[in-house]
């Protein structure tokens, strides 16, 4: 089967940094996503990272490990709009054939930034 | 570009009525994926599928939920007859391939509310 394991629920302070992981058992992975999603709001893209290594986009950064199933998403220099929910989601190939992927979504790490 | 177009936004019906929801994929993306998210949960995968096939509707609820894509473009969602534990947004998400890549789009999401 497939299993997302992340924090349910994170507290920082404005200007620091943050880490949220996520660890990840899947057969035929491609890849993981880190979406971040605001209150009433649909899920917006942040990062993909389908080889092992770091990513980095501004003060968002995303890491991978495939061999140990895990990732991590790094928010540097925190701001009040940063609070929000975080999904860490997972791409497996269930049918090697068509290759058609799966999206499977963890329960998403709450982050509140505080002043 | 446009993005992924849902309707409608906003639906309240009393449980045991019926509900349809509509979603427009962004053009030429031949994945679509319909999501449910419970409030304070990460989205969980209805049914997905490659141009107007189903690829996996295994979390699907097929006793009372139910989903077409006839022409490879448009789908629809429905419930009939609806839960109270239905209430949550529905997302679509559509894709250009089905393996990943950071092509991945949300709609603004359908939200249900059964009473």
């Known amino acids: 089967g497939q299993n997302i394991d992340q924090p349910t629920e994170m507290t920082a302070t404005e200007g620091a940094i943050v880490q949220i992981n996520c660890t990840y058992q899947?057969?035929?992975?491609?890849?993981l996503f880190w979406y971040q999603q605001h209150a009433g709001e649909a899920p917006t893209f942040l990062s993909y990272?389908?080889?092992?290594g770091l990513e980095e986009k501004g003060r968002f950064s995303s890491f991978l490990s495939r061999s140990k199933g895990y990732s991590y998403l790094l928010l540097k220099e925190l701001q009040m709009k940063d609070s929000a929910s975080y999904l860490c989601?997972?791409?497996?190939?269930?049918?090697?054939?068509?290759?058609?992927?799966?999206?499977?979504f963890g329960q998403g790490t709450t982050l509140q930034v505080k002043p | 570009e446009a993005g992924v177009a849902q309707s409608p936004r906003y639906k309240i019906i009393e449980k045991r009525q019926s509900v349809a929801f509509w979603c427009n994929p962004i053009?030429?993306?031949?994945?679509l994926y319909w999501y449910q998210q419970i409030l304070g949960q990460g989205p969980k995968l209805l049914i997905q599928?490659?141009?107007?096939?189903?690829?996996?509707d295994s979390q699907l609820p097929k006793d009372r939920f139910s989903a077409e894509r006839l022409k490879g473009v448009d789908s629809t969602l429905k419930i009939q007859p609806a839960k109270l534990e239905d209430s949550a947004v529905y997302l679509c998400?559509?894709?250009?391939?089905?393996?990943?890549?950071?092509?991945?789009?949300f709609g603004e999401g359908s939200w249900l509310t059964v009473v």
């Open positions: 998400a559509s894709s250009s391939t089905s393996t990943g890549g950071n092509t991945i789009y």
């Open positions: 899947t057969s035929g992975f491609n890849g």
């Open positions: 990272n389908v080889l092992d």
């Open positions: 989601a997972v791409i497996s190939i269930r049918d090697g054939s068509s290759n058609t992927g799966k999206l499977i």
């Open positions: 053009s030429g993306h031949a994945t």
């Open positions: 599928f490659q141009n107007n096939g189903v690829v996996d």
